[in-house]
């Protein structure tokens, strides 16, 4: 580790490293407060993988639902987290969650760029325990004009290709909804019809999409407020070391374009690099089944911040429930070599699909989150088998809604047939053959499922049962949103492996974000926050947004304390 007698070539009051929402957060909370900010990103662009990511905000009581009708106490979210978390729970980390991410939010839309979207309809994902919510605890980044930031939009991380359409990203509800009934709608046709225009007039003259949506549109506001506070943005600067004095770390060495430079932080450092997605070793170490694992994390996410913070005396958090954000996903190959992922949210829950094993059977409730499906898979497969399942559905289903990266009518389906991604047969009997999977139990699967779902019910799981899960279904089938029969060939599937959406056990720290050594202590002067910090849902996923929400919050509370003083 550098010492105190290094040459100091720059001084600041906080360096944050990494550039996601718990990074800028905690840079726009302290520049906002007068502190001097460097933000440190190892990576080229900036947002890391929140500028990936749906965008959604899980922070309960928050003023934008109370202005939508939401006037809800800390209590329920409190009592269904107690309730998801178990002997997990943390009341510290809870409870300071819960005090500040309302705080959060409304000091983002009153002093930043950040503009929120109520989900007011959007419930939490666990219908039945006590404390659960129907709606208003999430928020999502109002879509914002990339053109806003002038030359600064080559900072930003383009969105992920799997998840957009031509580099056009697409807002889950209304506009979600649109695309999907784009052929079945005059005014889904022409909504489609306008934002396409402007898209293809983005790429022509700008090279990319400007109507931003989701994490996109999340991390551009957030760099638009930083750029406006003051903060050093430092894109390709990796942070190699800290710097530990008597009082606590003081700074950091940063290795940048030009060379290696000093930074001198007087408030400390905040850890925001992204968690260990991409750190094979540790994943190997850490996860169930790691061979099988595909992550939704950009590359740079290689567990930077744990290792800066172990080597300084923090601690990561073994006894979490799970150490990863589950998420099942398939692989893409795309048509030039490249290869990706793309994540199954939202065509599991709709009616018309299973997921089964190889032995052609089902094994869990498609319509649950996708934490539970990647949790159920990792449960069914006994230790020596492959961990993957295949999302089965006829020919209707497929032009209707889509298949992991197909996309619905009238877009075509034969690239994904050609590259193998989709698997069709004209029966069930065949399409099992060719994807492995047992004939005669499909056949036998799919006959019990299609007679109850006729009767819109699943005895076997219980599927479109909660609030949820009615949410990812179909409003316009009945008598259950997310049920109907497999029966019109030709028949498809696609492979579903186990992935994530980045890590949870990150460091342990305190309800200020303060990163605890072996006995428990805060290290003054390092905060963790993001995937760098031990999750605070204790390595469940209680509700969408569990990530960006308490990335914001924990940022927010690391830059606040920052621009208090220490300790």
């Not at 905040?270 to 996860?287: I, K, N, S």
């Not at 994390?297 to 911040?305: N, Q």
């Given at each position: 580790m550098a010492g105190q007698s290094d040459t100091i070539i720059e001084t600041c009051d906080l360096l944050i490293a990494g550039s996601g929402a718990a990074g800028l957060a905690a840079a726009v909370t302290a520049a906002h407060r007068g502190l001097r900010v460097i933000v440190a990103e190892k990576d080229a662009v900036l947002g890391g993988t929140t500028a990936w990511s749906g965008g959604w905000i899980w922070a309960p009581c928050n003023p934008v639902a109370r202005r939508h009708g939401f006037d809800e106490d800390r209590s329920g979210p409190r009592t269904y987290l107690a309730a998801v978390l178990g002997n997990t729970f943390n009341p510290e980390l809870v409870d300071a969650f819960l005090a500040a991410a309302p705080e959060m939010v409304g000091f983002l839309e009153s002093e930043t760029a950040l503009e929120f979207e109520c989900g007011a309809r959007i419930p939490d994902t666990y219908g039945h325990l006590p404390g659960a919510g129907i709606g208003g605890r999430s928020v999502i980044a109002a879509p914002y004009d990339g053109r806003r930031l002038g030359p600064a939009i080559d900072l930003l991380r383009p969105p992920m290709a799997e998840t957009s359409f031509l580099g056009m990203t697409i807002q889950s509800g209304a506009d979600l909804r649109a695309f999907m009934t784009v052929t079945r709608s005059l005014p889904s046709a022409l909504h489609v019809a306008r934002r396409m225009v402007r898209h293809l007039w983005s790429l022509a003259r700008h090279g990319r999409g400007m109507d931003l949506r989701n994490g996109n549109a999340l991390v551009a506001r957030l760099l638009r407020s930083a750029l406006d506070l003051g903060v050093d943005l430092r894109p390709s600067h990796a942070v190699a070391e800290l710097l530990r004095g008597p009082e606590g770390v003081t700074g950091a060495v940063l290795d940048?374009?030009?060379?290696?430079?000093?930074?001198?932080?007087?408030?400390?450092?905040?850890?925001?690099?992204?968690?260990?997605?991409?750190?094979?070793?540790?994943?190997?170490?850490?996860?169930?089944?790691?061979?099988?694992?595909?992550?939704?994390?950009?590359?740079?996410?290689?567990?930077?911040?744990?290792?800066?913070?172990?080597?300084?005396?923090?601690?990561?958090?073994?006894?979490?429930?799970?150490?990863?954000?589950?998420?099942?996903?398939?692989?893409?190959?795309?048509?030039?070599?490249?290869r990706g992922v793309f994540p199954h949210i939202i065509d599991r829950g709709k009616p018309g699909v299973i997921g089964v094993l190889a032995d052609g059977k089902r094994f869990c409730n498609e319509g649950l989150g996708y934490y539970d499906y990647v949790a159920a898979m990792f449960d069914a497969v006994p230790d020596g088998e492959e961990v993957a399942s295949w999302l089965v559905c006829d020919h209707r289903f497929l032009r209707r809604y889509g298949l992991g990266i197909v996309r619905p009518a009238p877009l075509p389906i034969r690239p994904w047939l050609r590259s193998g991604y989709l698997r069709s047969a004209p029966t069930l009997e065949a399409l099992a053959r060719a994807c492995g999977i047992a004939p005669e139990a499909l056949t036998a699967t799919v006959r019990s499922f299609n007679e109850a779902a006729r009767r819109g019910e699943d005895p076997e799981f219980g599927r479109g049962t909660t609030p949820y899960m009615r949410l990812q279904g179909d409003p316009d089938v009945g008598p259950n949103p997310n049920l109907a029969p497999i029966e019109r060939g030709p028949f498809y599937a696609v492979r579903v492996v186990p992935g994530s959406f980045g890590t949870f056990a990150g460091l342990k720290t305190d309800g200020k974000a303060r990163v605890l050594d072996v006995e428990g202590q805060p290290i003054p002067g390092l905060y963790a926050?993001?995937?760098d910090m031990a999750s605070v849902m204790g390595g469940h996923y209680p509700a969408g947004g569990i990530n960006l929400g308490p990335a914001l919050t924990f940022g927010f509370i690391a830059g606040r304390h920052a621009a208090e003083g220490r300790p």
């Open positions: 940048g374009p030009a060379g290696r430079v000093t930074i001198s932080a007087r408030r400390g450092v905040v850890l925001a690099c992204g968690g260990y997605p991409q750190d094979l070793a540790r994943r190997a170490a850490t996860f169930p089944r790691p061979e099988a694992h595909e992550t939704l994390a950009v590359s740079g996410a290689t567990g930077d911040g744990l290792r800066l913070g172990e080597a300084v005396g923090g601690q990561q958090a073994t006894t979490l429930a799970a150490p990863g954000a589950w998420c099942p996903v398939s692989e893409v190959c795309w048509p030039d070599g490249r926050a993001g995937t």
